[in-house]
């Protein structure tokens, strides 16, 4: 496609390839044909073996150029030009030669930033490093870059010491740090040549005490010595005294066997006695066990007699109180069934009733949470509608005269007044003398849409509950609120009646109660009172003062064998088988029965109660009896034991005796205790003998000195160690040059001083340099900064008004923005104001900028931020640009520049 000098305008569809024109023109100047970066890789159409290819024709510097590339398939690069001569080149030479043909006509900075990437437009563009505008200011203003070249040379020399950052650069840094180095290196030498001047004291002082060692350690042994003769002249005296201390020990042994002995006779004599004593008190004890025993034996057989007696009378009371119990069993279980059937019927008529009214409660779905889900609804709508109402304006006529006053289709009354909100157009008209029409202009759009959602959430909710009214569906909840409380009322009801069971245990405890009777009537036939036969063969009676059926079969309860039964009204009280022939011979009283029955059972419990007391009388007399019997047992056995110890006792004591009479043993303790109170003597007599030598001084005195030898043998050896290892240290440290180490460790300090020194100068006097230009700089760039910021304030004017101002930064952006006397930062501008913001400061770079040295200014998708009438000034101003610079915007809505003239339109359509 040709792009005018003007302005161009690419339209067409999303995906249809304008961006990728932007990104062609880009990459076509920066990415070699042997790129293969991922922006490259991006390139290549989806699905197709092919490399993507770009050929750009321009005019620059008064010639034409012809450029193409291909990347990733078979790469190709190749230049024309066409001018004073013809030129033309191929693979990297192509792509040096067109950078270099561009350096030298185009900015590429100014390029570069007029290049509006589509999502980038919100973004200011970074003009302060743009050589190409700064000599346009520079003409139109007060000149900043007079000085540049200095500058320029003032940097170079500044980064021959410093960073970017304003840090020490590596060679200064290194110059420092070699001060540093040379300075810890000299302290290290003169500290090594400390550590050997401190290592020969040390070796000095070590064999000094060496010495004095070898003094003390000869001292030592001359004194041992002497010691040593000393000890051997009392080894004689010690040997007596330690033969007195065998004989004292060998008497003392003696005695102590003798008392033994006599101590052990004089036990044995107390043994007899003690078990003379044993056998007495068990023969006695042994006597009473067995009185008592015989006792006991006679007491236990009159009360087993006297149990069996009860436990006869026992049986036959309660074979008479089982009678009676099973005739009021019979009758009370008939009269429980016909309770529980007449029961089972209320139920089942009750369980019926609930199955109608819980169909009834279950048509209706209209319940109280819906109707307030409807009802919160609604309000949302009225609130809805208030706020917007609200927010309408108001208008109140009143009728002050006799002429009519209409409002719309409604006449107003004499006198009278009325306000309304102005939701819609309103016409007031008093005939033949005015007509007023009032619209009410444009309500707040949030106020109709929340009333529109309130009211299609109130449609809603009334569809999902199938209702089409709020009242309606009151009327509903109140028909289901009917019909759960008739179907609570019979859940109620048979709840009672069933008192926590359900109807089919009910009807089962019916059926059971039935089987029951039916197996009792069968079990009583034959006769309940049997052959009136008791244990004690008296009969005739059976216990309760009613006379036996003899058989027949017939029941006392009147209940027949199939379970049927017949009450009298449903209070249990009589009951008569209406099946027995003989029923109106047998009517059988409750009561009567019952205190029958109660009167059998506690006879039958007097009787239990008597058997069992005395069977716990003969239970105790019979545990009695059996421990009587063992520990008569134990008694005897026990005087057995203790007449045989007694006889064992007073066999040893004689055969003690007979070895060795009492008054033998007397006399030989009397004996060894002399002989001990003599070796005692003795004892005492070398001991004495051997003090008087100081022989227990002597011994210490003679360890202490065996002792002192060791320590000296041994700390001798230790220094004799230390002053060796201490000369092989020094020895070492002399073959090192300690001292030629630290005049050449001096030598270098002396060097990196002197070097740092002077780039520590060098570095200061270029840095005060660069401070004082860059502050001139700094105030020149503030007065040629006036030219760029008056043309953005003239272009945006048409766009914002006349009270249109910017402030302008020293780096060309625009720092905030100025309306109608507010001041708005920049970054808190809305997206469409810093949109057009951004936009002034490019065209207003791309008019300043000498056209020779320009470059197209590209706007990819751009202005979707703007509203019709600011967007109808851009228009105006990008057409007054576009006769000086040439303008190429890419859009997918053509209606943004409808109003833009003197344009030519490129369509692309997609395949």
Not at 839 to 853: F, K, Q, S
């Amino acid at each position: 496609m040709d792009f005018s000098e003007g302005i161009t305008i690419v339209e067409g569809e999303n995906e249809v390839g304008k961006s990728s024109i932007v990104e062609a023109l880009r990459l076509i100047r920066t990415a070699k044909a042997s790129s293969r970066t991922s922006a490259i890789r991006a390139l290549q159409p989806a699905g197709r073996d092919v490399g993507p290819e770009v050929t750009l024709t321009i005019e620059a510097g008064g010639r034409e150029l012809t450029y193409r590339k291909r990347w990733l398939k078979s790469p190709e690069t190749s230049l024309t030009v066409e001018g004073e001569r013809h030129e033309q080149f191929t693979s990297d030479t192509a792509h040096e030669r067109f950078l270099a043909i561009l350096r030298d006509t185009v900015d590429l900075d100014l390029l570069a930033e007029l290049d509006t990437q589509q999502g980038a437009s919100l973004e200011q563009p970074q003009l302060a490093q743009i050589a190409a505008l700064h000599q346009a200011l520079d003409e139109t203003g007060e000149a900043a870059g007079e000085h540049d070249d200095l500058l320029a040379r003032v940097e170079d020399e500044y980064g021959r010491y410093y960073t970017g950052t304003g840090k020490p650069n590596k060679d200064f840094a290194n110059a420092r740090s070699a001060v540093t180095e040379a300075q810890g290196r000299v302290t290290e030498a003169r500290e090594r040549i400390v550590d050997v001047d401190r290592l020969t004291s040390s070796h000095r002082q070590h064999a000094e005490k060496a010495a004095e060692l070898e003094q003390e350690l000869a001292r030592s042994k001359k004194n041992l010595a002497s010691l040593d003769a000393r000890d051997s002249e009392l080894t004689a005296l010690r040997t007596a005294l330690t033969n007195a201390e065998e004989a004292l020990k060998s008497a003392e042994r003696q005695l102590d066997s003798m008392a033994d002995a006599r101590r052990t006779r004089q036990q044995s004599i107390a043994e007899v006695a003690e078990r003379k004593e044993r056998v007495a008190e068990l023969s006695h004890a042994e006597q009473t066990t067995r009185e008592r025993l015989k006792d006991l034996q006679d007491r236990t057989e009159a009360a087993a007699d006297a149990e069996r007696a009860q436990a006869t009378a026992a049986r036959q009371a309660h074979r008479v109180a089982a009678t009676a119990a099973v005739r009021l069993d019979r009758h009370r279980t008939a009269v429980l069934l016909s309770d529980l059937e007449a029961k089972f019927a209320r139920a089942t008529a009750a369980d019926e009733e609930l199955r109608r009214a819980e169909q009834t409660a279950a048509a209706s779905t209209i319940d109280d949470k819906v109707i307030a889900t409807l009802i919160e609804r609604e309000t949302q709508v009225r609130v809805a509608r208030a706020a917007r109402d609200s927010a309408a304006p108001t208008v109140r006529v009143t009728r002050l005269g006799e002429t009519p006053v209409r409002i719309g289709d409604e006449q107003l009354a004499a006198a009278g007044a009325r306000e309304m909100p102005v939701l819609d157009t309103v016409e007031i008209e008093a005939p033949g003398v005015v007509r007023i029409e009032m619209a009410p202009g444009l309500a707040p759009e949030e106020l109709d849409a929340e009333l529109l959602a309130a009211e299609q959430s109130l449609m809603q909710t009334l569809m999902n509950a199938g209702v089409e009214s709020v009242s309606q569906a009151r009327t509903l909840a109140e028909q289901h609120r009917l019909a759960t409380a008739e179907r609570d009322a019979a859940r109620a009801g048979l709840a009672g009646l069933l008192d926590g069971t359900t109807l089919p245990a009910l009807g089962n405890e019916v059926a059971a109660l039935r089987a029951k009777l039916i197996a009792r009537e069968d079990d009583g036939r034959g006769g309940d009172g049997g052959d009136g036969s008791s244990d004690d063969g008296d009969g005739g009676d059976d216990g309760d003062g009613s006379r036996g059926d003899g058989g027949d079969g017939s029941r006392d309860d009147g209940s027949r064998g199939d379970g049927s039964s017949r009450g009298d009204g449903g209070d249990g009280s009589r009951n008569q088988d209406a099946g027995d022939p003989h029923a109106g011979d047998h009517v059988i009283d409750t009561e009567a029965l019952a205190t029958t029955a109660r009167e059998a059972a506690e006879a039958d419990e007097a009787a239990r109660n008597a058997a069992e007391e005395a069977r716990i009388a003969t239970t105790s007399l019979r545990t009695a009896l059996d421990t009587t019997r063992t520990e008569h047992v134990r008694a005897e056995a026990g005087l057995e034991t203790a007449r045989a110890e007694l006889s064992i006792a007073k066999e040893r004591l004689a055969t003690a005796r007979a070895t060795r009479p009492d008054d033998d043993l007397d006399s030989a303790v009397a004996t060894a205790v002399l002989e001990v109170a003599r070796t005692r003597e003795a004892l005492a007599g070398a001991k004495e003998e051997l003090a008087s030598q100081d022989a227990d001084l002597l011994a210490l005195e003679l360890d202490n000195a065996r002792r002192l030898v060791d320590r000296h043998a041994k700390h001798l050896e230790q220094q004799s160690k230390e002053v060796t290892r201490l000369q092989a240290v020094l020895d070492d440290r002399a073959e090192q040059g300690l001292f030629d180490a630290l005049s050449e460790a001096e030598a270098d300090l002396e060097h990196a001083t002197a070097r740092h020194a002077r780039m520590a100068r060098a570095a200061t006097a270029v840095q005060t340099l660069r401070d004082a230009l860059l502050r001139h700089r700094a105030a020149a760039q503030r007065r040629y900064v006036a030219p760029f910021k008056e043309r953005i304030e003239a272009l945006g004017r048409p766009i914002f008004g006349r009270d249109f101002r910017v402030d302008v930064t020293t780096d060309l952006r625009i720092a905030s923005r100025t309306l109608g006397g507010v001041t708005v930062p920049f970054e808190s501008l809305s997206a469409g104001a810093r949109e057009q913001v951004a936009l002034l400061g490019r065209l207003a770079c791309a008019e300043l900028v000498d056209p020779g040295r320009g470059g197209p200014l590209l706007l990819d998708d751009t202005f979707g931020f703007a509203d019709p009438k600011r967007l109808q000034a851009i228009n105006v101003v990008l057409n007054a640009t576009g006769r000086n610079a040439q303008i190429v915007l890419l859009t997918c809505q053509p209606d943004r520049f409808k109003d833009l003239g003197g344009v030519d339109i490129v369509t692309l359509f997609a395949d």
